[in-house]
């Protein structure tokens, strides 16, 4: 096993306990199958995201085929070998300029998980496209009280210039549920806490729950009326606008809708220990993320969200390491140029932040679910949309996948992909995965090759 | 909107290089025998004939006039010209000479743009109230502190500020948290025997008519919620839904709760809403009403809702006429701090310093105080300069600052004893003075571990001369770290070796030359003289040939430069006003700015008389394409 320098949270600890099998396996086959003869465990995807390019020497293995010895950055997952996919030669190509000149940053973020370009703007009219994420939970997040997770790190940006002409929302999310309107990520354990598991306990909850849902959908209901008289005498920017309101409310209809359908069954109430609230955003940046990363395995192991994406830091973040004894800033680093010294600095990061994946990794494994673990019925995608940080560079990105998707994926190798093969064609081979198959995402060229064994292709 | 900053002489490509370009009167047209032959080499084969890239066809253009036609096209080639978008990295560059006629002639072409003729105000796309608005709003409008505020996501940045309505969305999390926030508001507000209860719950129609009486309190709070007049259908509306919680055996009170708590999702609420007669119509150019620009001021000022004075004065219709009294008014409210942080903040910079993370060994003076020392002082000097309504200049050289304790020791000011602030006069020794030798600019203009020249260059560039540079082409090889390079030399040598390449050249000579002209402050704006074992070299020389011997020479030719300055601060700040990113058109406004504020010594009252009385700020207009 790892060892963690940080001591664990207690209160995930217990939290952990109380979510476990029981509660689960009782629940799970009612609920989610309902009529299905063959037990199937939820599949669940989630995305992770570095900012800033990795230092690929320490990246890559040595060569394809069955991992091995791991490079020295990804050392962390070695608990996690057989489970682990590296996947080598995929390219994010709309995160190039095609005819836009600088911005490497925001388009890196803003095509990571779209595979479609930025439009160049600071602000009127953003716009790139669908995340693989916003798709996936599109198809499979009805029923599910959180159709999709986005967490991250880093609030906002405190200062106006992003990335050369680029508005922030570009370089602060990755998660796109429209072409123009970008999912706002939590950063706060403690608020990401209370929305997945209330403030309460359950059965508190349920007691008032009808009178004060029947009052909500009143609420609702009036807003959602007075947002369609004021549409009308609206012009087009403001409508389209206005439409991001309709969506947000029907979401949290459905939301009631759901909760009220969950509180109906009996077997629900695990009750929730009083102290297992975070305080709120712990000072120190490991503590930070692996909360959120715990918060993320609890989320996916109770079965509350099946799509999660979480965004380490901004893209482009000049965050220092001073934890780990760099305090140079991050992106200031990346410009290394060749310089010895800065690159190995670089490396110290990122194996921080694998540290952090191997936590979450960890989480997921530890979690038991029929024969196997929640991670076994998982896709956890971990990677950056920049390739080298000092030359910005967008083929060959750091790309891994953790997780057998209920068995359809083989892991334990290194795959090497053709030269250009674009990144997007991982994620329709993921959403093959979910019974969410589509025939194009972004600049999708078509499913990858190899997942699941070296001839078969699914 | 940058176009005619390159006209000052900050400009990068010196423009004395070549004649004006633009046909005079009777001249031949320089069209034909200039600008055609440098499309066509360079720019027609995909934006020209059948292919028209991008819906742009650059050879249907005939003349001189081009420009003065079709502004808004040309101002687009203009922007990606200097962006260095275009041509496309995988076709040739532009010589320095072909980029020189053809932005020089757009550049003309916009400069004829006539005022007069095109009146147009802009359309501020709906704005949703942001974090900060929000908490203020609900503090003004209920008195009441709203904690959870603090946890909605973080409103995205376009143009340099948090509050443009292009850029804000609305996801489903932040709807969901203003749910849960108006639930807890709303019972707050009307928690059994509380003031805010009683407030709200007053009624004149006696209590005996529950109907009438709750009518006149949902008007009321909805009249000041919605920041304009509701109709009697709308009161109906929130009557019916109180009426809904009292026939389920709820109280009185808690169906007013209800009915509060669907105001504040509402959607009239979270945006700020503005009408057109036509939003189709473009050309339908009107005034927004008194209600809109009594919201449209209080939160540009207050960045938060119109109070009592304001309502009544749009009740009355004699807001317009009352104009400067009223600004004069809410810049002395309290209220007015908003302004200092909010736009300060973001103008300057000086938000990043809550994330500003030096090497603790390097800089062991660093601590939280000192970073609260820092940002404070900025605040209450900015502050200074709008409550004494002092020239705009002060920004850039001044002869006082604010200080405590931990700051004056960090700036070698002796007898500054305690950790209060207090007004420190700053004699020319002390080597400081302006927010460019602030220490919380000079700050976040650094790296962890050192100064950034380039940044600082940058940041003079951008935010006080309004002249940002392009960014760096692709293909310029970075600035050598390799081992061999540092030992050659301090940052100063190095990075002059690496201006030795051209096309680094072109921009890194007046960028670097302002950062080097800080360097006697390091990372935490310490004063020094030397960096490692090499003294400091603050001297330098701009483009054009000024001279400079250190950082106070250097202000100084910053401050002789009031026209450039004053017009970036009036772009900025109309931007934030505005709420949108500013457009070809605007330079009108900006120009009548500029001239109010050359007129009135520049005094801050006057850059805010002069936003506030644009078309921009007064007027819309529909939308184009909208139909």
């Keep these: ?458 | 909107m940058e176009f005619y900053k390159f006209l000052g002489p900050w400009i990068f490509f010196c423009v004395c290089l070549s004649p004006t370009l633009l046909a005079g009167d009777g001249g031949p047209s320089r069209f034909d025998s200039d600008i055609v032959p440098i499309l066509q080499k360079n720019c027609t084969v995909c934006h020209g004939g059948a292919k028209k890239k991008a819906g742009l066809a650059l050879d249907a253009f005939k003349g001189d006039v081009a420009v003065v036609k079709d502004l808004r096209i040309w101002e687009k080639v203009l922007k990606r010209l200097r962006a260095r978008e275009m041509p496309p990295e995988e076709r040739p560059r532009l010589s320095g000479a072909e980029f020189q006629t053809l932005t020089q002639w757009i550049e003309a072409g916009l400069a004829q743009f006539d005022c007069n003729a095109n009146k147009d105000p802009g359309r501020v796309t709906l704005r949703r109230l942001n974090r900060i608005e929000f908490k203020n709003t609900i503090r003004d409008l209920l008195g009441l502190e709203c904690q959870l505020a603090d946890e909605f996501p973080a409103d995205d940045i376009g143009y340099g500020f948090d509050n443009i309505g292009d850029v804000m969305s609305l996801p489903p999390i932040l709807m969901e948290k203003y749910l849960a926030a108006a639930e807890k508001l709303a019972a707050e507000a009307l928690k059994k025997g509380s003031a805010s209860a009683q407030r709200i719950l007053a009624c004149q129609s006696g209590e005996a008519d529950k109907k009438a009486c709750a009518r006149e309190i949902l008007g009321r709070l909805a009249e000041r919620a919605f920041r304009r007049p509701v109709t009697e259908e709308e009161v109906g509306e929130l009557a019916r839904l109180a009426e809904l919680a009292a026939s389920e055996g709820e109280s009185f009170e808690k169906g007013i709760e209800l009915a509060l708590e669907a105001v504040l999702v509402s959607p009239r609420f979270l945006f700020r809403i503005e009408v057109d007669p036509d939003p189709a119509d473009p050309d339908l150019v009107h005034p927004i009403n008194e209600w809109e620009l009594a919201t449209r001021l209080s939160y540009f000022l207050w960045s938060s809702m119109p109070d009592e004075e304001l309502f009544a004065q749009a009740r009355a219709e004699t807001l317009r006429r009352n104009l400067e009294a009223q600004v004069a008014r809410m810049l002395k409210d309290p209220k007015s701090g908003a302004l200092v942080e909010n736009f300060s903040g973001q103008w300057l910079g000086t938000r990043a310093l809550k994330t500003f993370t030096p090497d603790r060994t390097l800089f062991p003076e660093f601590d939280e105080e000192l970073r609260a020392a820092m940002r404070q002082e900025t605040e209450l000097f900015f502050e200074a300069v709008l409550r004494e309504d002092r020239s705009l200049l002060d920004f850039i050289d001044a002869d006082f600052t604010f200080a405590n304790d931990r700051l004056a020791r960090l700036y070698g000011i002796p007898g500054v004893q305690g950790s209060e602030f207090r007004r420190v006069p700053l004699p020319p020794e002390a080597q400081r003075g302006g927010v460019l030798t602030q220490a919380s600019v000079l700050a976040v203009t650094s790296n962890p571990t050192r100064t950034s020249p380039v940044k600082r260059g940058k940041w003079v560039l951008e935010q006080i001369l309004g002249a940002p540079p392009p960014p760096p082409p692709g293909e310029v090889p970075e600035l050598s770290e390799k081992a061999e390079a540092v030992q050659s030399g301090s940052l100063r040598q190095r990075m002059e070796a690496h201006r030795a390449n051209p096309s680094c050249a072109v921009c890194h000579l007046e960028m670097d030359a302002i950062g080097f002209g800080f360097e006697n402050f390091n990372a935490v704006g310490a004063w020094r003289t030397r960096d490692g074992k090499f003294p400091i070299d603050p001297a330098g020389t701009l483009p054009g040939g000024r001279s400079f011997k250190g950082p106070a020479e250097l202000k100084a030719i910053l401050k002789g430069n009031s026209e450039a300055f004053s017009r970036c601060l009036a772009e900025k700040m109309l931007t934030y006003a505005l709420g949108r990113g500013l457009e070809y058109y605007d330079k009108c406004h900006i120009d009548q700015i500029v001239a109010a504020l050359a007129r009135n010594s520049h005094r801050f009252s006057s850059l805010i008389l002069g936003i506030v009385k644009t078309d921009a700020f007064q007027m819309r207009r529909g939308e184009r394409g909208s139909k």
């Design chain 1, 1 to 458: 096993m790892i060892e963690f320098t940080l001591p664990r949270r207690t209160f995930l600890r217990g939290l952990g306990t109380a979510l476990a099998l029981p509660f689960l396996e009782a629940m799970l086959p009612a609920r989610l199958f309902a009529g299905e003869v063959r037990k199937r465990f939820p599949r669940r995807l989630a995305f992770l995201y570095v900012p800033n390019g990795i230092n690929m020497a320490d990246w890559t293995p040595a060569a394809a085929g069955p991992l091995g010895r791991l490079p020295r950055i990804l050392k962390p997952l070695d608990p996690f070998q057989a489970d682990l996919l590296v996947l080598s030669g995929l390219t994010q190509d709309k995160a190039r300029p095609n005819g836009d000149g600088p911005g490497d940053h925001a388009r890196a973020a803003a095509s990571f998980l779209t595979g479609c370009q930025a439009f160049k703007t600071h602000g009127a009219d953003i716009r790139v496209g669908v995340s693989v994420d916003q798709v996936a939970a599109r198809m499979i997040g009805g029923g599910i009280r959180f159709p999709s997770l986005e967490l991250g790190c880093d609030r906002g940006m405190n200062s106006g210039n992003c990335d050369s002409g680029y508005s922030c929302a570009y370089s602060a999310n990755i998660s796109w549920k429209t072409e123009s309107m970008p999912m706002a990520k939590e950063t706060d354990p403690k608020a990401v806490f209370e929305r997945l598991f209330g403030n309460g306990s359950r059965a508190e909850a349920a007691e008032g729950l009808s009178k004060r849902e029947r009052q909500q959908k009143s609420v609702l209901d009036f807003v959602r009326e007075d947002a369609r008289r004021l549409q009308a005498k609206l012009g087009a920017t403001d409508r389209r606008k206005l439409e991001q309101y309709f969506a947000a409310v029907r979401e949290i209809e459905q939301r009631l809708d759901q909760a009220k359908a969950e509180a109906k069954k009996p077997d629900q109430d695990g009750g929730l220990p009083a102290q297992g609230r975070p305080a709120g955003i712990p000072k120190d940046y490991a503590e930070h993320m692996r909360l959120l990363c715990d918060l993320l395995a609890l989320a996916f192991q109770a079965d509350l969200t099946r799509v999660a994406t979480f965004m380490l830091a901004n893209e482009g973040s000049n965050r220092s390491y001073s934890m780990i004894g760099v305090s140079d800033g991050h992106h200031d680093l990346s410009h290394h140029g060749g310089n010895k010294e800065k690159q190995e600095k670089i490396h110290q990061i990122n194996h921080f932040h694998i540290q952090q994946f191997a936590h979450l990794l960890s989480r997921l494994k530890e979690a038991k679910e029929g024969d196997g673990t929640v991670l076994d019925h998982c896709m956890i995608v971990y990677g950056s949309g920049i390739g080298d940080g000092n030359r910005h560079n967008h083929n060959d990105l750091p790309v891994l996948l953790a997780g057998r998707a209920g068995g359809t994926i083989l892991p334990g190798r290194h795959l090497l992909y053709p030269k250009d093969t674009p990144l997007n064609n991982l994620f329709l081979s993921m959403l093959d995965r979910i019974d969410a198959s589509t025939d194009k995402l972004g600049d999708s060229t078509g499913r990858l090759s190899q997942l699941f064994g070296p001839t078969r292709n699914f």
